[in-house]
């Protein structure tokens, strides 16, 4: 079985700054005639910039008319930050095929849905696709976003402790969670969804199928090596039979054996 992704060209059709530390890139052409979407709301994609090899993933904000939505965090350094920063207007990058790995079991009765700025782009396309449920929002972000998420969304807006600092595990540990079965949905900076992923399992001892928790991003001083690219991981887990609990707790560790490099 092939790990390697499909790829797509596509080019930089439009680039307009949502906030200080957001900026949304539309993306077109006739290299993504052959771009599907997964319908899985937290789908997303790995996004090449000129003159790069490395890959970095960002979610599928919208895909409509032939062009792809992406909403990308700029902050201090960055590969892709450092492109998006400046005028990537007609630029050509490549994008691979979508995957998703929100699982909303059957029964659930609610959705909570916590997030940084990374996880922003999802929990907007999640809460705007799962409109039967009582959904709550924890969104920590620096910005004033709050035209972003669906005007109807239930959402909590949180400001980083500091610059690049996240509260969520506290924020998760003291949540009032409501009565009945659900699903959680959360991402953000690797080292917190660990810590998260703990509680969940040792105090909430909630079943993997009724969670879904990912590392976005990894803190640290300097640029990432090379990220690892969950895709492969997924399709491998899946084939192996693991939940995605298991699943990205393997994508965790892939990247700190990268890391470690
Ligand atoms: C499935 C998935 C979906 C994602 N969806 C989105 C999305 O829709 N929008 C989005 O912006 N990101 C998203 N991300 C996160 C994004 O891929 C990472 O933040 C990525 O590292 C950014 O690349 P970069 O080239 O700008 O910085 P890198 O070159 O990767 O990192 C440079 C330095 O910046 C730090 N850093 C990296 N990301 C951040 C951050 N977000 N905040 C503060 N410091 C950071 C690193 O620790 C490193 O020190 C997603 C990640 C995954 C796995």
Do not use: N
């Amino acid at each position: 079985m092939s790990t390697r992704a499909e790829t797509y060209a596509a080019r930089v059709r439009s680039r307009e700054r949502l906030s200080e530390h957001l900026v949304r890139l539309v993306l077109g052409g006739a290299g993504l005639a052959g771009w599907a979407s997964t319908g899985i709301p937290d789908e997303w994609v790995g996004l090449v910039v000129p003159g790069q090899f490395q890959s970095r993933y960002y979610t599928v904000r919208d895909w409509a008319g032939g062009e792809l939505t992406l909403d990308v965090v700029v902050h201090d350094e960055g590969l892709v930050t450092e492109w998006a920063s400046g005028d990537c207007v007609g630029d050509e990058v490549t994008v691979t095929e979508p995957k998703g790995s929100f699982a909303l079991p059957a029964g659930a009765g609610w959705l909570l849905l916590v997030g940084d700025l990374t996880a922003l782009p999802a929990m907007a396309r999640i809460a705007g696709t799962v409109t039967e449920l009582p959904t709550r929002i924890w969104a920590e972000v620096p910005d004033d976003l709050s035209g972003y998420l669906p005007g109807d969304a239930d959402v909590t807006w949180l400001t980083p402790p500091a610059p690049g600092a996240s509260d969520l595990a506290a924020v998760v540990e003291g949540l009032d969670w409501p009565e009945g079965d659900g699903y959680f949905w959360m991402a953000g900076e690797s080292a917190q969804m660990r810590a998260i992923r703990k509680h969940l399992m040792r105090v909430r001892r909630l079943p993997s199928t009724a969670y879904d928790v990912m590392g976005y991003w990894r803190g640290g001083a300097t640029r990432q090596p090379r990220a690892v690219d969950p895709a492969p991981v997924w399709r491998a887990g899946k084939a192996a039979g693991k939940s995605d609990e298991e699943i990205w707790a393997d994508y965790d560790a892939a990247q700190a054996r990268q890391e470690s490099r």
